[in-house]
C-alpha cells in the first residue's frame, strides 16, 4: 500500500520560513518523480516544484528563489523549503509521486501565513 505521510506544516508570519516533509513507502522511492503542489481556499490545486529521479528540479514562478525542493532517497523523503513566506503562500501543500501511469497523493499539510 502506498503511502505519503506529509509533516511540518503550521503558522508563520510573513516573511518567515517552514520546512515541510513527506515520507513516502509501498514504493521504490529513487524511481519515482516527486512534487508538491497546492491549493489555497477557492483555488484549483497548482504544482509548486518538482523533482524528478535523477534530481532535476523545477518550480513555479511564484516560488522561484523562494522554495527549494530536495529528496532524500536513503530516507524515502521528499523536502520542501519554504523562505519568505507571504499571505499568498497560505494553502494546503500536497506531496504527489508519479512513475509511469502511477500517481500517488498525500493527505495535504496546512500552512497558513499570517500576521
Known amino acids: 500500500q502506498v503511502q505519503l505521510v506529509e509533516s511540518g506544516g503550521g503558522l508563520v508570519q510573513p516573511g518567515g520560513s517552514l520546512g515541510l516533509s513527506c515520507a513516502a513507502s509501498?514504493?521504490?522511492?529513487?524511481?519515482?518523480?516527486m512534487a508538491w503542489y497546492r491549493q489555497a481556499p477557492g483555488k484549483q490545486r497548482e504544482l509548486v516544484a518538482t523533482?524528478?529521479?535523477?534530481?532535476?528540479?523545477n518550480y513555479a514562478d511564484s516560488v522561484k528563489g523562494r522554495f527549494t525542493i530536495s529528496r532524500d532517497n536513503a530516507k524515502n523523503t521528499v523536502y520542501l523549503q519554504m523562505n519568505s513566506l507571504n499571505l499568498e503562500d497560505t494553502a494546503v501543500y500536497y506531496c504527489?509521486?508519479?512513475?509511469?501511469?502511477?500517481?500517488?497523493w498525500g493527505q495535504g499539510t496546512q500552512v497558513t501565513v499570517s500576521s
Open positions: 504527489n509521486s508519479r512513475f509511469g501511469r502511477e500517481n500517488h
Open positions: 509501498g514504493i521504490i522511492f529513487y524511481l519515482y518523480d
Open positions: 523533482i524528478t529521479s535523477v534530481h532535476y528540479t
